[in-house]
């Protein structure tokens, strides 16, 4: 099956209902996408898909043969994306667990709404837990996320 990640074409041999966190991680390497809960309900295992944030523990790797998939790792290769940027800055990571989940969720709303309102942070972030509960950073580093992309 072909798949396009992180702007590269890959042939990867799986079957059409594993899971695309699987492929990720497994047979592909791509460790920074985690498993949370396994039933799309943590947004640890969040990706793109064709720019929009997708569940990839309860995605068959055959609904996204064709598409645009981009993990963690495909978001910038240096940490140059304004939402990296801004999580460090504020220093947002306390375990780091659901962090990967996190910035995939703030990078597409950042996409599609520039300057977001702590409404629309929170409803574009709601499918993310964050056992830490550093929700108040989070929210902090859209807003520090979205000036940078500004400049």
Not at 94 to 102: E, F, P, R
Not at 118 to 124: E, G, K, L, S, V
Request: one cysteine or more; aromatic letters at 4%.
């Amino acid at each position: 099956m072909k798949l396009n990640v992180n702007g590269t074409d890959h042939e990867v041999a799986a079957p059409p209902e594993m899971p695309l966190l699987w492929v990720l991680r497994d047979l592909m390497g791509l460790t920074g996408t985690k498993f949370g809960c396994g039933i799309a309900q943590c947004g640890a295992c969040t990706v793109h898909i064709d720019g929009a944030p997708l569940r990839a523990c309860v995605t068959p790797v055959a609904a996204v043969a064709g598409k645009k998939i981009t993990t963690i790792e495909g978001l910038s290769t240096d940490g140059s994306h304004p939402v990296q940027q801004a999580w460090t800055e504020l220093d947002v990571v306390q375990c780091g667990y659901c962090q990967s989940g996190q910035i995939m969720s703030a990078a597409a709303l950042l996409a599609k709404v520039p300057t977001p309102s702590d409404t629309d942070i929170d409803q574009a972030m709601s499918g993310n837990i964050c056992r830490c509960g550093t929700y108040p950073r989070i929210r902090a580093a859209v807003h520090r996320a979205a000036d940078i992309g500004k400049a």
